[in-house]
């Protein structure tokens, strides 16, 4: 085994793991020489502004139907097993294991020793095993970067190996195609073959940390973003895509806690990674000035295309995939929290782009609501967002992650009503979708009318106003709110068919009372009383 600046304990725990390359093996490289490496592979280039760009191949996202989970004496009666939970046989894991190393001992690897979470007293220690030098640059940029005096008795608890070229047999291998992602909670590894696309990496973490936080530390883990004010007042921001996360949770005032996954425990919200891992689909300057400025020197960009002639990115092309990403440190962004961990949450905002135009741009929900809603996670996509939507379409995700989640979403749900009482934060749903009607009638929630109900909000600004309820979804609408005009916070009254809304909040409110039905089991009575009228 060939070794350029590993030293000789990270050498003879490869070994135990029948890791023993006859090529050499790269360990814990800088971004210039992964970038320099990747070069000279030929598999990327930079653009103008000196950041590397690479085409994850044929996957430009993650496969969820060939995300494995091993059923074992472990897993069988704690894994919440449904679409997103695929159970596979302990010994198909063995075998690809086996045969996955037999097929990185013939090749040239990169080793990342790192961590996850930023809380220490909640830190995994991760080792991750590429077969290229730009899928180690992602881990980099994604996980915690440990100093050099914590290296000399780094022990890894997980194992990350993943190599974009190998391919399973699914005849022989228990797969469903060439493509894999497998995830053993009793050997501690995640192995991943046939996929390019280095979110795999990332949310097979993030899927790991789901199980173990809330069964083993007490502590709820989420899909979200989180900022904290000069106060130490910190909010949390869940959301699908589309519904604004990113943008509302970038707030200059506000110091940036991380963009996507945290844990909650009792005195804290943590970040669990080190990076950014943002969209840049129609990215620019103006919108996202912190997201544009990261795409430098270290920043790692996927499948985007130039304008021609030139090595500039056009952020509008979608020829390769409508999910271009970057993935960057954490300090790149200018207002990051170091390290990030942020005070007791005040806090918590759902947001949803309603394109039905039937929820309040602004409503404060109650604890049992609030778990319901949650559960739900929803959003309604418009039409052209995707093939064959032509008129608005009810989107569910569990806890806004429902593809991360090993566990029954009323675990989470229960934690985060628990939570919320105890510390008596305020959640709050807000709408930046559609008022005035739905998508084709209605107009899009100005984002200037959605800043100000938010920041109202966090100041305290809504907390003796008077409130009326929802008369089918319950929540409680303000009658005012500084900055916004007071027609539009009850949308019914934006309408100008008022039997027309009534319809279609109870039509509405029926999608969510059927969706709800897979987690009617696993919940309290008091989620289910929440449910919207239908």
């Known amino acids: 085994m060939s070794i350029t600046t590993m030293t000789e304990a990270p ?15 790269h360990y814990q490289l800088p971004p210039s ?4 490496q990747t070069l000279e592979r030929k598999e990327g280039v930079l653009n103008d502004t000196g950041a590397l760009l690479i085409n994850t191949g044929e996957f430009t ?16 009666d704690t894994v919440h097993w449904n679409e997103f939970n695929i159970p596979i046989e302990p010994k198909f894991f063995d075998r690809m294991q086996a045969k996955l190393l037999d097929y990185l001992n013939t090749k040239e690897i990169w080793v990342r020793d790192c961590f996850a979470c930023a809380d220490p007293t909640y830190r995994l220690n991760i080792r991750v095993i590429n077969e290229n030098p730009w899928s180690n640059l992602f881990a980099y940029n994604m996980f915690l970067r440990p100093a050099d005096d914590q290296l000399d008795s780094f022990k890894p608890e997980w194992h990350i190996i993943q190599a974009p070229n190998f391919k399973a047999d699914p005849a022989t291998d228990g797969t469903r195609q060439h493509n894999f992602a497998m995830v053993s909670f009793t050997k501690k590894t995640i192995l991943i073959g046939g996929t390019g696309y280095t979110g795999e990496m990332k949310k097979g973490i993030f899927t790991i940390l789901n199980y173990i936080l809330p069964q083993e530390k007490n502590v709820l883990s989420m899909h979200c973003s989180a900022n904290m004010g000069k106060d130490g007042d910190t909010a949390i921001f869940f959301g699908l895509s589309g519904t604004g996360k990113t943008t509302l949770s970038a707030d200059p005032n506000r110091s940036l806690i991380g963009d996507d996954e945290h844990g909650w425990t009792d005195s804290a919200v943590f970040n669990f990674e080190g990076g950014c891992y943002a969209k840049t689909i129609d990215l620019s300057v103006e919108k996202e000035p912190e997201i544009y400025k990261a795409i430098k020197p270290g920043a790692l960009v996927e499948n985007v295309s130039f304008i021609t002639g030139t090595n500039k990115i056009d952020f509008s092309s979608k020829a390769i995939t409508e999910n271009t990403r970057v993935s960057y440190p954490l300090s790149f962004i200018s207002n990051a929290l170091e390290p990030s961990v942020g005070k007791m949450p005040k806090n918590i905002f759902f947001l949803t782009a309603d394109a039905y135009g039937i929820l309040p741009p602004v409503s404060k929900l109650t604890a049992g609501q609030a778990m319901y809603q949650f559960i739900s996670g929803y959003t ?3 039409a052209g967002t995707e093939a064959g939507v032509t008129e608005p379409k009810a989107t569910f995700s569990a806890c806004f992650g429902a593809p991360f989640l090993p566990l029954h979403p009323g675990r989470y749900a229960e934690m985060l009503g628990k939570k919320m009482t105890m510390h008596n934060v305020n959640v709050w749903m807000i709408n930046t979708g559609w008022s005035g009607g739905p998508y084709g009638i209605g107009s899009r929630m100005k984002l200037g009318y959605t800043r100000a109900m938010i920041t109202a909000a966090l100041e305290g600004k809504l907390d003796h106003v008077e409130f009326e309820a929802h008369p089918v979804f319950g929540m409680m609408m303000p009658k005012e709110c500084p900055g916004v005009p007071a027609e539009i916070l009850n949308p019914r009254n934006t309408w100008a068919d008022k039997a027309a809304y009534d319809t279609k909040a109870v039509n509405l409110a029926k999608q969510f009372i059927k969706n709800f039905e897979k987690y009617a089991g696993g919940v309290s009575e008091e989620i289910l009383a929440a449910a919207p009228k239908g």
């Open 11 to 25: 050498l003879r725990a490869l070994e135990e793991i029948g890791l023993h390359s006859t090529q050499p093996v």
């Open 33 to 36: 020489e992964l970038t320099s």
């Open 61 to 76: 996202g993650r496969s969820p139907k060939d995300k494995f989970t091993v059923q074992d004496e472990l897993t069988k």
């Open 380 to 382: 309604a996509k418009v």
